[in-house]
């Protein structure tokens, strides 16, 4: 155990879990002062980490000038794969150290993402309706209705979550195609996949699955021009990140057809505001950000970001620290 030294300060700045015993057991470690609040804006999240060593972040932002109010060395961690909430640039300039936690729900989300395309290809939410309203005519409610293996799957990203969902979703007969720069035709037949370029992911996909980044590069990269691009009807789950979709053009395409469902569980805003378009849209199944959630994924995000700060005070290095692409 590291020596008392109360000069050391860790905070929480915001969590939706039960409790941050994980989070007070290290700051315990380390001899540390620990203070958990659920920050909603900058300048709280500013007051909190004024002077700490150690901030663990789930959504709240955390700017440059948070970054310029923590102590020196310091340790940022994410909970959760992406970390577009924190200026990454702020931190590098201050060698503030940041971490995140990539792979605590690999397999919560490919479940997540495999049953939100199943339902909709199937049509399940369609055929739920039709029964409710007292009809009982499932080739006219289901139609059109491909079998899977006259389906062609299309993944834009293929990281740890998608190769998940790509393994999860191989049996059932579709056929891949794959659009990531780091995926070339030899990587994507070992896939059992077509590589492609993104304009032919757009004309060729029955469905297409977003598992990119929140990238400048990615933003709304699914727009009105590339839903247009699309294969009528095309069918779009997005468990990735929620500005990867411009909303308003995905709800219109949804209201005339163009895209035949969707199934989203992140949104651009969070929770889904009241004038949200999509909330009007025809055949879009949403859930609330719930893909990374399990009876024990919590606890593993948990732990694994606390020890990521023990890390950070024992000297030694970090786990999963951001990339230095970024």
């Given amino acids: 155990m590291t020596a008392p030294d109360q000069t050391r300060k860790v905070v929480v700045t915001d969590y939706n879990f039960p ?3 994980a989070e007070q057991a290290a700051a315990k470690a380390a001899g540390a002062a620990f203070a958990g ?46 970390f577009d909430n924190i200026d990454i640039e702020a931190a590098k300039a201050r060698g503030v150290r ?15 993402t495999s049953s939100l395309l199943l339902a909709l290809l199937r049509r399940l939410p369609i055929l739920d309706q039709s029964v409710r309203r007292g009809e009982w005519a499932p080739a006219l409610a289901a139609r059109p209705l491909p079998p ?19 393994t999860r979703l191989r049996p059932f007969g ?10 070339d035709t030899e990587r994507a037949a070992g896939f059992g996949a077509d590589a492609a370029p993104l304009a032919d992911l757009w ?20 727009n009105a021009d590339s839903l247009s691009a699309m294969k009528p009807g095309v069918v779009l789950v997005n468990c990735a990140r929620g500005d990867l979709i411009d909303e308003t053009a995905l709800a219109d ?23 949200s378009p999509l909330r009007a849209a025809p055949n879009l199944l949403l859930s609330p950000h719930a893909a990374w959630y399990s009876e024990t994924s919590i606890g593993r995000l948990q732990q694994l970001a606390a020890d990521e700060v023990a890390r950070f005070f024992n000297g030694d290095p970090p786990r999963c620290p951001v990339p230095d692409s970024v």
């Fill in 148 to 166: 899977f293996d006259q389906t062609t799957v299309g993944f834009l990203g293929l990281g740890r979550i998608g190769q998940a969902v790509l």
């Fill in 253 to 275: 395409a949804l209201v005339s057809g163009v895209v035949r469902a969707a199934g989203l569980d992140v949104f651009e805003a969070e929770p889904l505001p009241d004038s």
């Fill in 98 to 112: 940041v971490c995140y936690v990539p792979d605590y729900c690999i397999d919560e989300v490919a479940d997540h």
């Fill in 19 to 21: 409790s941050v015993e």
């Fill in 37 to 82: 609040r659920q920050c909603k804006d900058a300048e709280e999240v500013g007051d909190l980490v004024e002077g700490a060593s150690a901030v663990f972040v789930q959504f709240a932002p955390m700017d440059a000038a948070a970054i310029n109010r923590l102590a020196d060395p310091a340790i940022i961690v994410r909970y959760g794969v992406g």
């Fill in 203 to 222: 004309s060729s996909a029955d469905a297409i699955l977003l598992h990119a980044p929140s990238t400048p590069e990615t933003r709304h990269i699914v």
């Fill in 174 to 183: 579709f056929r891949f195609v794959i659009t990531d720069p780091r995926v």
